[in-house]
């Protein structure tokens, strides 16, 4: 037989027995709170009568232990040890607007037009579009220029870290150690692509200086941030990881922490420090529509700045290891016509001629999924990793090609400063172009590219696009040249008809399509109509 729970609120003797027995529950509880009360205020002990309590080394006891436990936690210690390491940085640049009369800016942005660090500090810096610290002349870019960031001390004679964007051109530097001694400096070395800079200060063995972090800080760890935000030297904020592995569009190594320590103009340049009072990344740039902290700030990871550090001291420039490949990452939709589980590595778009990868045998629409056994995440991460290499380093890839996992031996050749300049002839003199020709339910027009003057002769030119289609959702212009489609090159109209036709018969989600824009390439899947 199986038992019922019993309701005891239906009985009628319920409630007075339950108000019977709070009473003396009741009771019981406060006698028992003033029975303890008295012994505690009087100290009474039936062996030895009453005692005082106030001078007794039991009681003495629990007030340490109740200090301990209300003190706040600070970090007054931490910032005593290591603040002495961090500097102010001033620089200043001659006028040079008798060099460049016709320039006629409309800022005092020290960054080329166009640059990645002039495009960020436009989307995510100040009102003026200048990053933390740095402050220019008279609009129009007449007369000198003067700015102001932060730094620290790497060892005692006198190398320390700053930002490149912070004495990037600097005819002179200044920095002002926390004592308010004033030294002259001179640049070591600069690297635009993480924007670190090595500076020097001559005269001294003995400077304090702080020690860069071997470990990964953990999201939630603490962090200080110290600098000197407006001009105002010497100032300390505090918060946490708040996120790790950021890109903000700077360049293909951004692997940037984020932190929640406010963090202001002048700032730049600046060391976060762990609780260990080692420094966990250098402050670089902020996220702020109104050009001060919103509580959203990136430092470079000290694994970066060591690397980069040692070169330039060593050299006075940085140089990365190149395989020579253009690549993107694998989209769900990417991986799917490819036949892949997870959208994981690095598709490449286009291996460059006479590159280490085209060498060694590495095609358009090869993924790359692993660097020396590692496995690769995405296209950033083998960006990251193949930077991080030395050139002339021999390395071991593992490549899918055609649907074949392969492993790929080559030597890393050395990243050039500069990008080879393409012209952009898709768009130019279409003069005579035939209308094309409707691909059904892709939303495309397309025509030979032999067609069309400056499209050239492999490939099919877009002519047109319907913007209501999936294929205008995923970045399809006119003038766009499709080489391949599902990995077939195609010529005409009827060959990527015939190729779709193919992908539908068997049941395809999306077709992969390499696709030719301003003088690059890029794959796009682009999902297809059922019926």
Do not use: C
């Not at 060694?360 to 090869?366: F, M, N, P, R």
């Amino acid at each position: 037989m199986t038992e019922r729970p019993v309701d005891l609120s239906s009985l009628p003797s319920y409630g007075a027995a339950r108000r019977s027995l709070f009473s003396a529950r009741k009771f019981a509880l406060m006698a028992s709170v003033v029975a303890g009360l008295g012994a505690a205020v009087y100290g009474f002990s039936p062996q030895q009568g009453p005692a005082d309590v106030f001078s007794s080394a039991a009681h003495a006891q629990v007030n340490n232990e109740v200090r301990k436990v209300e003190r706040p936690i600070g970090f007054a210690d931490i910032v005593e040890r290591v603040k002495p390491s961090v500097i102010s940085v001033k620089i200043n640049i001659a006028d040079k607007s008798s060099k460049d009369d016709s320039a006629n800016k409309d800022d005092d942005s020290p960054f080329p037009p166009g640059s990645p660090m002039e495009r960020f500090f436009r989307r995510f810096g100040g009102p003026d579009g200048l990053p933390p610290g740095l402050r220019g002349g008279p609009r129009g870019g007449r007369g000198p220029v003067t700015g102001q960031g932060s730094g620290f001390f790497i060892s005692p004679d006198g190398y320390a870290v700053t930002n490149n964007h912070v004495v990037d051109g600097a005819d002179k530097v200044e920095v002002t150690m926390d004592d308010g001694k004033t030294y002259t400096a001179k640049v070591i070395g600069t690297d635009q692509r993480t924007d670190l800079a090595l500076i020097k200060v001559e005269g001294r063995k003995d400077f304090p200086f702080a020690k860069l972090s071997d470990s990964k800080p953990r999201i939630g760890d603490w962090v200080l941030a110290v600098g000197n935000p407006f001009g105002l030297g010497g100032t300390v904020t505090a918060g946490i990881v708040s996120a790790s592995g950021r890109d903000i569009g700077n360049g293909p190594y951004d692997d940037f922490i984020q932190i929640d320590a406010p963090v202001n103009k002048g700032n730049s340049g600046g060391p976060a420090f762990d609780t260990n009072g080692e420094v966990m990344g250098v402050n670089t740039a902020i996220y702020s529509p109104s050009g001060g902290s919103v509580g959203i700030a990136f430092s470079i990871p000290a694994s970066t700045v060591n690397n980069v550090i040692a070169q330039l001291k060593d050299k006075g420039s940085v140089s990365r290891g190149w395989i020579g490949v253009q690549i993107q990452p694998v989209t769900s939709d990417i991986a799917d016509s490819l036949g892949m589980k997870k959208a994981e590595g690095a598709l490449v778009a286009e291996p460059q001629a006479n590159g280490p990868a085209a060498k060694a045998g590495i095609q358009s629409g090869d993924v790359i999924t692993a660097v020396n056994g590692e496995p690769v995440k995405d296209a950033r991460e083998l960006a990251r990793t193949i930077g991080g290499l030395a050139p002339g380093t021999a390395v071991k890839l593992n490549v899918l090609q055609k649907g074949q996992e392969k492993v790929v031996n080559l030597t890393l050749g050395q990243l050039p400063n500069t990008v080879e300049a393409k012209a952009n002839t898709d768009r130019e003199d279409k003069g005579g172009a035939t209308k094309g020709t409707d691909v059904p339910k892709l939303g495309l027009t397309v025509a030979p590219a032999n067609t069309v003057a400056g499209a050239g002769r492999e490939g099919v030119v877009v002519t047109e696009v319907d913007p209501k289609s999936a294929a205008a959702e995923r970045g399809f212009k006119e003038g766009d040249v499709i080489l391949e489609v599902a990995g077939k090159p195609v010529g005409t109209p009827s060959e990527v008809r015939e190729v779709i036709d193919a992908a539908r018969t068997e049941n395809k989600n999306s077709v992969l399509m390499r696709v030719k824009s301003g003088g690059s390439s890029r794959f796009v899947a682009v999902p297809l109509a059922k019926g």
